[in-house]
């Protein structure tokens, strides 16, 4: 069983930075495609950013693409989100999620990852 644990959300100003980290336990860290989700108010979930197992691959949602970047420390059983530039709009909780092998082209559908973690709130003011 994968237990994915998100922790660094918090409240911020506008342009301000976030780091936030999900951590993994229980799993052979560096064999599972990982990705960052988020859900705002009323809204449905989104892709974030997602990164493949060994880290030469990184998706982007065009909205996030140059402000956030994902990485992944496998000795660490840990994947970050960079969050720089934060606007309002980012307010959210976001989810870390992880899927055995990779998404393939589906990287950016949450119905691929079979794991997720409980999320973290962020929220951005103005």
């Known amino acids: 069983q994968v237990q994915l644990v998100e922790s660094g959300g918090g409240s911020v100003q506008t342009g301000d930075s976030l780091r936030l980290s999900c951590t993994s336990s229980?799993?052979?860290?560096?064999?599972?495609?990982l990705a960052w989700f988020r859900q705002g108010p009323g809204k449905e979930r989104e892709f974030v950013a997602a990164i493949s197992r060994n880290t030469i691959s990184t998706y982007y949602a065009d909205s996030m693409r140059g402000r956030f970047t994902i990485s992944r420390d496998n000795a660490k059983n840990t994947v970050y989100l960079q969050m720089n530039s934060l606007k309002p709009e980012d307010t959210a909780v976001y989810y870390c999620?992880?899927?055995?092998?990779?998404?393939?082209?589906?990287?950016?559908?949450?119905?691929?990852?079979?794991?997720w973690g409980q999320g973290t709130q962020v929220t951005v003011s103005s």
């Open positions: 229980g799993t052979t860290f560096s064999d599972y495609a």
């Open positions: 999620a992880a899927v055995h092998g990779g998404g393939g082209s589906y990287y950016n559908e949450p119905t691929v990852y079979d794991y």
